[in-house]
């Protein structure tokens, strides 16, 4: 079985801060590249950044600059350092872990909400 599970979210005001926490269990595997993604109201869920085992990244344009991925590898953890937040940054913030033997299967958290007011 694999969990996943976010904390972290809330409500802040424009140009604050919050951190977001994801945490992975297995015990059929190893935890391989961790992601965030966020799905606003009416519109598709996307990335926002992503992290392999060896500490690799990649954001989306919007948030370089202002984010930053983090990874406890021991922990299976993966972190979100959100700054300077805008209220274009609402959405449900959602973890996803993948893990992978000979073919790779993602597993995904329930979400966190993310509101920021302007």
């Known amino acids: 079985q694999v969990h996943v599970m976010e904390s972290g979210g809330g409500l802040v005001q424009a140009g604050g801060s919050l951190r977001l926490s994801c945490a992975a269990s297995s015990s059929i595997g190893s935890i391989d590249t961790m992601g965030w993604y966020r799905q606003a109201p009416g519109k598709q869920r996307d990335l926002v950044a992503r992290i392999t085992t060896d500490g690799s990244t990649n954001y989306v344009d919007s948030v370089k600059g202002r984010f930053t991925i983090s990874r406890d590898n021991a922990k299976n953890t993966v972190y979100l350092q959100m700054n300077s937040l805008k209220s274009e940054d609402t959405a449900v913030y959602y973890c996803?872990?993948?893990?992978?033997?000979?073919?790779?299967?993602?597993?995904w958290g329930q979400g966190t909400q993310v509101t920021v007011s302007s």
């Open positions: 996803k872990a993948n893990l992978c033997t000979s073919v790779c299967f993602q597993y």
